[in-house]
Structures are given as C-alpha cells and as structure tokens.
C-alpha cells in the first residue's frame, strides 16, 4: 500500500511497566493455551481514547482480558 503523504502514521508501544504485566500474563496463560495454526497465545489491542490510549491483552484460550496500561504516565 501507497503511504499518503498527508496520513498520520501511528505506533503503538509498551513501556517497562507494561511490557512485564504482558510477560506475566503470556507466562500465566501459555499453561492452558490451545495454539492456532499460527501459534498465536494472546490479543494486545491499543485503545485510543481521549484520555490516552489504552492497552489490553486477551487469552485467545480462555478469553481473559487484562488492561495493561501503566497509568503512572497518564496526566490524570
Ligand atoms: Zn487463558
């Protein structure tokens, strides 16, 4: 695909704090998970939002859904 030069691009991130939470939860969750054809264990969505954007994962075994947004950097 053509990047347009006047469409913004977006990048998604997770920080220190984040990063560990999803490492916690793939740990956890990787003792129960049926693998897809393509070995995918969990979901991480970013939310945008008008406060920030959120981040989430979920067990694509079980469907549990964790936030992991570290909300030490919110200006809230
Ligand atoms: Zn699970």
């Known amino acids: ?30 003792q129960h998970a049926r693998h897809t054809a393509f070995g995918e264990l969990v979901k991480v969505s970013f939310v945008p939002s008008t406060m920030g954007t959120h981040a989430e994962v979920q ?3 079980c469907g549990e859904t ?7 950097e919110w200006d809230i």
């Open 59 to 61: 067990c694509l075994t």
């Open 66 to 72: 964790v936030g992991l947004t570290d909300l030490s």
């Open 1 to 30: 695909m053509e990047n347009k030069p006047n469409k913004p691009n977006f990048t998604f991130s997770l920080n220190d704090v984040e990063s560990e939470k999803l490492r916690q939860f793939i740990e956890i969750h990787k």
